[in-house]
């Protein structure tokens, strides 16, 4: 028999029973189509839940710092330093930092300390703090040396109480600065009771804060903290000579650690269902090729009387097996990809074509060999039946 007749009759054969095999084509389907999804939105899925875990670490911020001790000099870094730490691949962000940590502050009758950091616009993507009114500190402003200010909760709270700030003036030592913003959300304490203006302002204008002391520094992904730690470390240390004894950079290894074994734990849960739910698939169509098999062992008898060979019987129904579960990888294949176009824009993750493709090819190949492997035994039985055993079969 010429294979693609062989071919057409297993098809025929697949489609006359398919209400026989709708339970498990549709647990492989459901199966493949959750893999193409894990597997195509797992990289910028597991980057989006890193950052929402990083509001309770920031785990892949750093900080570059003086060790200002009696050993070493207390340093000054530049922008020349932050220029050549942007050029870092995969970095996120690189924010300079001027600050005080008191200063005199008021606004109508109140007065309070509290302290004054002056920014560049990369620093909001270093911290977890967001934007509850107004806006930012933007390019604009650091280029301009703008009077503007945004405040932290705890500025809010003692020097206007109930007053609305937003587009209020406010004193700060003898100076006014416009009020354009205010944070909220989860803020680091240090970030609460500061005032925060742009750095080129702060530079200009205040005594004391004309030398960078330190520079945060945030990586796109937590994988990539040691590595970017390391060649950040030799540019400022190449950068200073003399003093590179006193630089360093802070980071957070466990905060990395727990963040990584949540999303791992997450990840393996999620494989681990998937898995279970493809091989039920498998021993599902296991289970109704062997029922098949008993409901045609005349057939079987029939044909090997007539003279088919061994090899043909198995081959004809180890095809069947391998066309079920195909049908089924095609079917959770065209989920999958549905699924993906949907789900990418609310979710806010990019999809890469070829990890697609990969993943597509990856999945009709595993259901290939899941036919293969839950059709090998029902199809070696048929094939091993006594002929005349199977036509007396009632």
Known sequence: MKIDDLLVMCWRSVLR???????????IALGTAGFIIVQTMGDSVEKKMGEHLELLGEATVMKAVWRNDDNFHPGEYSMGDVKKLRAIPNMMAVAPVVSVPAIDAFFQDNEWNPGLIGVDQEFWLTQSSQLKQGR?????DIVGRKKVCVLGEDVVKYLFGKEIPVGQSLGIGSLKFEVI?????????DIQRYIVIPLTTAQNLFSGLEKIREIYIRVNNWNDVEPI?????????????GYEQGIDITYYPKRIQKVKSTVYLVKLFVYAALGITILLGGLGIMAVMLSAIQDRTREIGLRKALGAKEDLILLQFLLEAVLISLMAGFIGVIIGVLSVTIFKGPLGVQISGLTLSVSIVSGILFTAFLGIASGLYPSLKASRMDSVTAMRFE
Do not use: P
């Open 229 to 241: 730690r390391e060649a950040a470390l030799r540019i400022l240390r190449n950068n200073h000579k």
């Open 136 to 140: 930012l500190i933007g390019a604009t």
């Open 17 to 27: 029973n398919r209400r026989r095999y709708k339970a498990v084509v549709i647990g």
């Open 181 to 189: 913003g205010l944070l909220g959300g989860i803020q680091q304490n």
